[in-house]
């Protein structure tokens, strides 16, 4: 039988992510650490083999508030109610100037996560939350909005760099400066002729562009799954192809 099991903590967390200790105002129902999600499976001689899931930070880029709702940039706030929504999770605790929902994918702990600080201080969300539930930088998982990308197109990635996009670079600051998380970039094409970018990013996509977003969500949702239960595994490879070719026509 599989158990998952969050206890109260209300002491000073400290990590090698955020070696400061941090301790956080909550009420008591919002006080809860991760501790691993253990499964017990019989082996031959009667005894149990017991397994430990490391929780994954799932984090989505974004703005809040009706201004942005909906917009290129807020694409990672999008992805992360996709999820939700597939998972069957709440978003209904704030923490650390972000919104929070915990959960499952099958056996593997999730905290789903939406800073509500603006876009160039995701950071003061993520570090702080990754030192409180004590994630690993691996587990790390940053969703958010990529003009290299082709619009509707994705791509996940075990690192790499912050791509001049500023949230991005605002949560590695937080990180101590590391660059080794997961990302899943989400492509929203360029700005067309000289349009500005700030003006491109904050406005809302055309009926088409829509569509392959929608549909690029829905395959995301699946994507971000396979790597919580598997890691960056040859199915991961196999997504990314996927994505990279699916707008191009034999």
Sequence with gaps: MVTAMFCASSSPITSPLYPK????????????????LRASLPVSDNKLLKFEY???????????GLKYYGTRHNIGFEMID??????????????????VGIGSVGEVPILLVKPQGYMNFSGESVGPL??????PLRHILMIYDDMGLSNGVLRLQPKGGHSQHNGLKNVTEHLNGCRGYPRL??????????????????????????????????????GVKTLVEEGFSDS???????????????
């Design 82 to 99: 996709h999820i939700a929504r597939a998972t069957d999770i709440s978003m209904n605790t704030i923490q650390s100037k972000a919104l």
């Design 130 to 135: 990754a030192a409180y539930y004590q994630i």
């Design 185 to 222: 970039s989400i492509g929203i094409g360029n700005p067309p002729g000289n349009m500005d970018m700030k003006a491109f990013l904050l406005q809302k996509f055309s009926p088409l562009e829509r569509k392959q977003m929608d549909e690029g969500l829905e395959q995301g949702v699946e």
């Design 54 to 64: 490391t929780p994954w930070l799932i984090v989505g880029l974004g703005n809040p």
């Design 236 to 250: 991961i490879s196999r997504f990314n192809l996927g994505q990279k070719y699916k707008f191009h026509k034999v």
């Design 21 to 36: 200790a941090y301790k956080f105002s909550q009420t008591k129902s919002n006080s809860k650490r991760f501790s691993s």
